[in-house]
C-alpha cells in the first residue's frame, strides 16, 4: 500500500502577510502625519511666538485704530454729505434767482418775450383816439392781466412808459406811433379777450370815439420790442 505523498513545499505565513500590511500603514500614517504637521506650520501666523499680554495689548491698539479709522470715516461722510446739501441748495438759489432776474426783466421790459394772448388792432379814420384813449386802453389791459405789452411793434409798454399827444400823432415812450395802432399783449388769451369786450370796456370805449376795433386771440405773440430805459438821477439802492 503506496504511503501517502505529503506537500514538502514551504507553506507562506499569515503572520508575515500582516507584518506587511502593518509596515505600508504605518508608511501612510507617518505620512499623513507629516502632511498636517507642514499644513499646520503653513498656517502658523506671525504671532505664534508673542506673548499672551502683548497680544492682549495688540488687539486692544488694533480697536483703538479700527475705531478711530470709523471716526474719521464718519466724519467724511458727513462733510461730504453737507456738501452735496450745500451745492444742491446753492444750485436751488441759483435757479430762482435766474428765474426771478428773468421775470424783472421781462416787466421792465429789458428783453423779448413770447406767450399766447391778444391782438387789438384800433381803426381811427376820424383821428379821434388821443393819446389818454390809448393810456385808458393798456391800463385796462394791465387789469386784465397782461403781462407785456407792445404798440405797432415799437413801443414797449412799461410802467415808466409815458403817453402824448404829438400834432396828429402819438408818442408813446419817445417812440413814434402811427394809425391804425396795433397793441399785442401777453396774457391769458381768453381771459383778455373777455375783458376788452366786456359792455363799458376797452373796444366800447374805443368805438364810441369813432374808432373800429378787432380783437384776435393768438396762441403765440413774439414782442421783440425794448423799453427805453433811463438810468435812475437820484434813487440808489439801500444798502
Same mark, same amino acid.
Given at each position: 500500500?503506496? *504511503?501517502?505523498?505529503?506537500?514538502?513545499?514551504?507553506?507562506?505565513?499569515?503572520?508575515?502577510?500582516?507584518? &506587511?500590511?502593518?509596515?505600508?500603514?504605518?508608511?501612510?500614517?507617518?505620512?499623513?502625519?507629516? @502632511?498636517?504637521? $507642514?499644513?499646520?506650520?503653513?498656517?502658523?501666523?506671525?504671532?505664534?511666538?508673542?506673548?499672551?499680554?502683548?497680544?492682549? *495689548?495688540?488687539?486692544?491698539?488694533?480697536?483703538?485704530?479700527?475705531?478711530?479709522?470709523?471716526? $474719521?470715516?464718519?466724519?467724511?461722510?458727513?462733510?461730504?454729505? #453737507?456738501?452735496? &446739501?450745500?451745492?444742491?441748495?446753492?444750485?436751488?438759489?441759483?435757479?430762482?434767482?435766474?428765474?426771478?432776474?428773468?421775470?424783472?426783466?421781462?416787466?421792465?421790459?429789458?428783453?423779448?418775450?413770447?406767450?399766447?394772448?391778444? *391782438?387789438?388792432?384800433? $381803426?381811427?379814420?376820424?383821428?379821434?383816439?388821443?393819446?389818454?384813449?390809448? /393810456?385808458?386802453?393798456? *391800463?385796462?389791459?394791465?387789469?386784465?392781466?397782461?403781462?407785456?405789452?407792445?404798440?405797432?411793434?415799437?413801443?414797449?409798454?412799461?410802467?415808466?412808459?409815458?403817453?402824448?399827444?404829438?400834432?396828429?400823432?402819438?408818442?408813446?415812450?419817445?417812440?413814434?406811433?402811427?394809425?391804425?395802432?396795433?397793441?399785442?399783449?401777453?396774457?391769458?388769451? &381768453? #381771459?383778455?379777450?373777455?375783458?376788452?369786450?366786456?359792455?363799458?370796456?376797452?373796444?366800447?370805449?374805443?368805438?364810441?370815439? #369813432?374808432?373800429?376795433?378787432?380783437?384776435?386771440?393768438?396762441?403765440? @405773440?413774439?414782442?421783440?420790442? /425794448?423799453?427805453?430805459?433811463?438810468?435812475?438821477?437820484?434813487?440808489?439802492?439801500?444798502?
Amino acid at each position: 500500500m503506496p *504511503e501517502p505523498r505529503t506537500d514538502d513545499r514551504p507553506k507562506r505565513s499569515p503572520f508575515k502577510v500582516s507584518v &506587511s500590511q502593518l509596515v505600508v500603514a504605518a508608511l501612510i500614517g507617518g505620512l499623513a502625519f507629516a @502632511i498636517t504637521v $507642514q499644513v499646520r506650520d503653513d498656517d502658523t501666523d506671525d504671532y505664534s511666538g508673542v506673548r499672551g499680554d502683548d497680544l492682549v *495689548e495688540l488687539l486692544k491698539s488694533l480697536d483703538s485704530a479700527n475705531e478711530r479709522l470709523n471716526g $474719521q470715516i464718519d466724519d467724511l461722510t458727513d462733510t461730504r454729505n #453737507g456738501l452735496l &446739501s450745500s451745492t444742491q441748495r446753492s444750485q436751488k438759489a441759483q435757479k430762482q434767482a435766474k428765474q426771478r432776474a428773468e421775470q424783472l426783466a421781462i416787466l421792465a421790459g429789458s428783453v423779448g418775450a413770447s406767450g399766447p394772448g391778444i *391782438e387789438v388792432v384800433v $381803426q381811427d379814420p376820424n383821428q379821434q383816439i388821443d393819446a389818454a384813449a390809448i /393810456l385808458d386802453a393798456v *391800463e385796462e389791459l394791465r387789469d386784465a392781466g397782461a403781462e407785456v405789452i407792445a404798440i405797432n411793434g415799437v413801443a414797449r409798454v412799461v410802467a415808466q412808459t409815458y403817453f402824448l399827444d404829438d400834432a396828429d400823432q402819438i408818442r408813446v415812450g419817445g417812440r413814434e406811433i402811427k394809425r391804425p395802432y396795433r397793441i399785442e399783449v401777453i396774457g391769458d388769451a &381768453s #381771459g383778455l379777450a373777455e375783458a376788452v369786450r366786456f359792455p363799458g370796456g376797452l373796444v366800447d370805449s374805443l368805438e364810441n370815439r #369813432g374808432a373800429s376795433v378787432i380783437v384776435t386771440k393768438k396762441d403765440k @405773440i413774439t414782442i421783440t420790442a /425794448l423799453a427805453d430805459v433811463k438810468s435812475p438821477e437820484y434813487a440808489r439802492p439801500t444798502s
